[in-house]
């Protein structure tokens, strides 16, 4: 009887556990988006309170946030010269934690989020002065996609479609 060949135990494939595992796509850079950063990027204004977006830069590897904050929304709770201090809930274990991370600003953008619900709030606020001097009420929900109207196809000839009969050529 012989035993069967077994890998010593280090030779098995083991799993990653780096500091950045499985951020391949995450920190690279978008296509023809590599090179030296915008100048923009340095020249926002970001002031306490500010809701921010995280998004971790590749090419700037000083002051990038873990993996997990990567496309997490928190807010500006502190301002440095190069950096910003943010609040994140982060969920672990189906509890939530705030979570406060300092971030150099090249991997900090501000939210569309705020800019959306502002706009929403103007319009909102002209429909409800528009129904207020006629007198009548608007309904100022937000509602899926309605469906169609339904409506009545005219002049329509209809065309007869069938393949051309086979002719043998000599």
Same mark, same amino acid.
């Given at each position: 009887?012989?035993?069967?060949?077994? %890998?010593?135990?280090?030779?098995? !494939?083991? =799993?990653t556990?780096?500091?950045?595992?499985?951020? *391949? $796509? !995450?920190?690279?850079?978008? #296509?023809?988006?590599?090179?030296? %950063? @915008?100048?923009?990027? $340095? %020249?926002?204004?970001?002031? &306490?309170? /500010?809701i921010? /977006?995280i998004?971790g830069?590749g090419?700037?590897?000083?002051? !990038?946030? =873990?993996k997990?904050y =990567?496309g997490k929304?928190?807010?500006? $709770?502190?301002?440095?010269?190069h +950096?910003?201090g943010? &609040?994140?809930?982060?969920? =672990?274990?189906?509890?939530?934690?705030n979570?406060?991370?300092?971030? *150099?600003?090249?991997?900090?953008?501000?939210?569309?989020? *705020?800019? /959306? #619900?502002?706009? *929403?709030?103007?319009?909102?606020?002209?429909?409800?002065?528009? @129904?207020k001097?006629?007198?009548?009420?608007v309904?100022?929900?937000?509602?899926?996609r309605?469906?169609? +109207?339904?409506?009545?196809? +005219?002049?329509?000839?209809p065309t007869?479609?069938?393949?051309? +009969?086979?002719?043998? %050529?000599?």
């Open positions: 009887w012989k035993e069967p060949f077994r %890998l010593p135990k280090s030779a098995k !494939m083991g =799993h556990k780096g500091y950045r595992s499985g951020t *391949r $796509y !995450m920190f690279a850079r978008g #296509f023809r988006n590599h090179g030296p %950063l @915008a100048l923009s990027t $340095y %020249l926002t204004n970001f002031k &306490v309170g /500010d921010v /977006d998004k830069n090419s700037i590897h000083r002051g !990038m946030p =873990h997990v =990567h929304t928190g807010t500006v $709770y502190n301002v440095t010269a +950096a910003v943010v &609040v994140v809930n982060k969920q =672990h274990r189906g509890r939530v934690f979570k406060r991370i300092n971030v *150099r600003i090249e991997h900090v953008h501000h939210s569309k989020c *705020r800019q /959306d #619900f502002l706009n *929403r709030v103007k319009i909102n606020e002209g429909l409800k002065a528009e @129904a001097k006629n007198k009548t009420q309904v100022t929900k937000r509602l899926p309605q469906p169609r +109207a339904g409506h009545f196809v +005219a002049n329509i000839t007869e479609l069938r393949p051309v +009969a086979f002719q043998f %050529l000599q």
